[in-house]
């Protein structure tokens, strides 16, 4: 039975999400960095009594990433929903970092997502259905967080291209955009904000949203 994938799982908005979608039924498979980070978000998942598939690679390294992507799909199929919640957040003002590592914030915020999308989307376009979700963020740009805001603005044009892309086959690609610090307890919950993932991929296809943004308002905001 296909399920989920969540590829930057960890104790905050990957942990959520994969909790909601193992409480519908849906197998998941965990892709991170940290067998450490695996085994807390499996041992989380574990009382839904779905499948868990745990899965160690680093979003930034295309080859292991792709590995990850074929074990995931190998244990549980092509799969229904792939979430990407990898994300490297740092404060850095204009200049204050060097090349290199605006280089590897770019290749984490961004282009790991095409990487995943570009290995997963084309096979749920085959079949006609799936959902591609990423975890945005910095609704405004700000320049206490420029290599954040630069990703985060990456994230929003790569959903309008993955959905040119593979949108008229059926899959559903879209982002949540998280406007706050993730907390339990607060405004920003990571419970509260999977709850978006989920709506979003249940979403009739003449009700798609690209992308949906969760603040400091309870009805939060979103658009098409």
């Given amino acids: 039975m296909p399920g989920a994938v969540v590829i930057g799982v960890g104790p905050g908005i990957g942990r959520s999400v994969a909790r909601r979608f ?35 690679a680093d979003s930034t390294d295309e080859t292991a990433l792709r590995a990850a992507l074929d074990a995931a799909s190998g244990e549980l199929g092509v799969p229904d929903a792939v979430v990407y919640n990898a994300a490297l957040i740092r404060p850095d003002r204009p ?16 282009v790991g997502a095409l990487t995943a ?13 799936g959902s591609f ?24 044009t790569l959903v309008d291209l993955l959905d040119e892309e593979y949108g008229p086959s059926g899959v559903h690609v ?8 993730v907390a ?26 690209r992308e949906v943004l969760h603040d400091a308002e309870p009805a939060g905001w979103s658009h098409a």
């Avoid at 965990?30 to 807390?40: F, Q, V």
């Avoid at 978000?41 to 899965?55: I, Q, R, Y």
């Avoid at 339990?184 to 949203?209: C, K, M, N, S, V």
Wanted: charge should be negative; aromatic fraction near 6%; glycine fraction near 10%.
């Fill in 133 to 156: 979700l990423i975890t945005g963020g910095m609704p405004e740009p700000k320049a206490g967080y420029v290599s954040l805001s630069l990703g985060k603005a990456g994230v929003r």
């Fill in 174 to 181: 879209a982002s949540v955009t998280v406007a706050g610090p």
């Fill in 22 to 56: 193992a409480r519908e039924g849906l197998p998941v498979a965990l892709i991170a960095r940290s067998d450490g980070t695996l085994a807390d978000v499996a041992e989380a998942v574990s009382p839904f009594g779905v499948p868990v598939v745990s899965l160690a």
């Fill in 95 to 110: 200049g204050e970092l060097p090349v290199r590592a605006q280089l590897d914030a770019w290749a984490v915020n961004v």
């Fill in 117 to 129: 999308a570009a290995h997963v989307a084309p096979e749920m376009a085959r079949r006609g259905s």
């Fill in 184 to 209: 339990a307890g607060t405004a920003f919950d990571p419970d509260d904000i999977a709850e978006h993932y989920w709506r979003l991929h249940t979403q009739p296809r003449d009700r798609w949203q």
